[in-house]
């Protein structure tokens, strides 16, 4: 029976792909003191699979094509919040990466040289160790075997977990502080006072940074203003802001709070929230985007996944928002018509631009970039991907061509493109992992440790201590440096607040492309100086 399984799986590769990814996502649910592997747990599945089954091999593009998936989506994803990363405190704190990074390659390269590991194997270390899928295939594009894989497999489990622990205890010794979540819209009715009577809109609202007026009542009618509207005494005004101090602020200086008039009388103006659906409307910067004529019309609010948004000029609508707007009560279906209304399109978005993304990806990874005296590296089919999807990302739209896709989307895209190269890497280097730790699997479990703890003490150490950076920044970017989703994740939980998303987001494809080239060199001057 467990001859007919193994020629089974040994025959289908497919099959044998998808055994690897369901089992896989299956051992990762499972969660040990709050840590699980995730999707990380599909390497070691393929691994199991292919120690079961000797003749098991996943031919073909399909884990190149997965990770490709991957990193595309991660670049589309970050690229506004990377290229914002390359100004200012992001110079910072990619040099502090830059050097943890470097120097955990230099730990790796010595201790490898030290205990007799071969290139290869510490090559796949420092991948594993950083759980860096591209630089796994850069070193394997290099090594061309499959030594690689077996040194990254073993390095990878203390790749997610020795992050989070190094992060629980300095959270635990540094006992930082952050303010509560804040709400980002907030909704105020204002009655203006005698002393502004006879003024203009844009001449109350200019000296109210961050308050916005979207409605005014005036004589018994609501009404979208305009810019030259001339407010008189008890006139109404509904204003939203991202701070409920600024509402409070602007009401001391016009007038009064006085709730009730605005929202209750939908006479003229009512409110309805419809899903954003056509690729029309996204993309395009709030302040250029052409409503609907011949009846006013005001967008009030966004809501994106789990946010509320005030919908600033320079905002533009993804697939999936949730806007509201008003409208004249007889209009709704034109607005509904006009911005799709659909659920659906949260998990929609263009082929053809994630086509013509991914060539221009692959193409940009196949130009030569000679080095004098190391040889011929290349982006590779990692860096490549990622830095056309980083430019599009924070292109987001030229001309019909969108291309951003909706959060949902990007998440399937890319945690499926994930699966499927683990799997192809788990399942490939079954046997030979199998044989590499009998003979020196603790020695390089002992070298992954060192190398992880080298770029991880480097970040939060240096950059607590001497650069002096806010924690919730801090842990951003140690996460960036390492680079697993689920090290992030955890980061959030220890620093509730969005600056570790941006500090990932700054570091991550960054860190991404110095690992590549970085492996590609180290692996160039050593098979060199072997074969001489």
């Known amino acids: 029976m467990l001859d007919l399984v193994r020629e089974i799986i040994g025959s289908q590769p497919i099959l044998t792909a998808f055994l690897a990814i369901g089992l896989g996502y299956l051992v990762g649910q499972i969660s040990i003191g709050g840590f699980s592997l995730g999707v990380g747990a599909v390497l070691f599945v393929g691994l199991a699979i292919g120690a079961f ?37 992001g110079q910072k704190y990619n040099l502090l990466a830059l050097v943890g990074c470097i120097a955990s390659l230099i730990v790796a390269l010595g201790l490898g040289h030290i205990f007799g590991i071969k290139i290869g194997h510490t090559l796949g ?21 499959k030594d690689p894989s077996i040194g990254y497999s073993i390095a990878y489990p203390f790749g997610v977990i020795g992050p989070i622990l190094c992060i629980y205890f300095m959270t635990q010794i540094v006992k930082p502080k952050f303010p509560a979540k804040a709400q980002r819209f907030h909704m105020g009715e204002i009655s203006i006072g005698e002393s502004h009577a006879g003024k203009r809109l844009d001449e109350l609202t200019t000296a109210l940074g961050g308050v916005r007026v979207t409605m005014v009542r005036k004589g018994g009618h609501n009404f979208v203003p305009a810019a030259d509207t001339v407010l008189t005494a008890g006139d109404a005004i509904l204003v939203v802001a991202e701070e409920n101090e600024a509402i409070a602020r602007a009401a001391a200086t016009l007038g009064k709070l006085e709730p009730g008039r605005l929202a209750s009388d939908r006479a003229d103006l009512d409110y309805i929230r419809v899903f954003v659906g056509k690729a029309g409307v996204v993309g395009i910067p709030l302040a250029d985007l052409p409503m609907p004529t011949g009846y006013p019309t005001h967008l009030l609010h966004v809501r994106r996944y789990d946010a509320d948004l005030v919908p600033a000029p320079d905002l533009m609508l993804e697939f999936g928002d949730r806007i509201g707007i008003l409208m004249p009560p007889d209009r709704k279906e034109e607005i509904r018509r006009y911005f799709g209304d659909t659920v659906k399109a949260a998990a929609e978005f263009s082929y053809v631009s994630l086509g013509l993304g991914m060539v221009m990806g692959v193409l940009l990874g196949l130009i030569p970039i000679p080095i004098p005296g190391v040889g011929v590296v290349t982006l590779g089919i990692g860096g490549g991907p990622l830095i056309v999807a980083l430019i599009l990302g924070k292109l987001r739209r030229t001309g019909p061509m969108l291309w951003t896709m909706p959060l949902p989307a990007n998440i399937v895209l890319r945690n499926f493109g ?26 390089m479990l002992f070298i992954g440790v060192a190398v992880l703890l080298t770029t991880v003490f480097i970040v939060l150490l240096v950059g607590h201590y001497v650069l002096k950076i806010p924690y919730d920044d801090l842990v951003g970017v140690a996460s960036g440096a390492t680079g697993n989703p689920a090290i992030l994740v955890y980061s959030t939980k220890m620093a509730p607040t ?32 072997s074969a001489g």
């Open 418 to 443: 994930l699966a499927m190269f683990l799997a192809t890497v788990g399942v490939n280097a079954g046997q030979p992992f199998v044989r590499t730790v009998a003979e020196s699997g603790f020695t």
């Open 125 to 145: 270390i420092y991948a594993g160790s950083m759980t860096s899928t591209a630089t796994l295939q850069a070193a394997l594009d290099v090594m061309k075997n």
């Open 53 to 89: 089954a000797p003749k098991a091999q996943i031919i073909g593009p399909i884990g190149l094509t997965g990770l490709i998936m991957f990193l595309y989506g991660i670049g589309i994803l970050y690229g506004r919040q990377f290229f914002e990363g390359m100004f200012g405190v």
């Open 498 to 529: 969005e600056r570790p998303d941006i500090g990932y987001a700054m570091i991550f494809p960054s860190m991404t492309i110095v690992k590549v080239i970085a492996t590609q060199i180290v692996g160039l001057l050593m098979v060199g100086s």
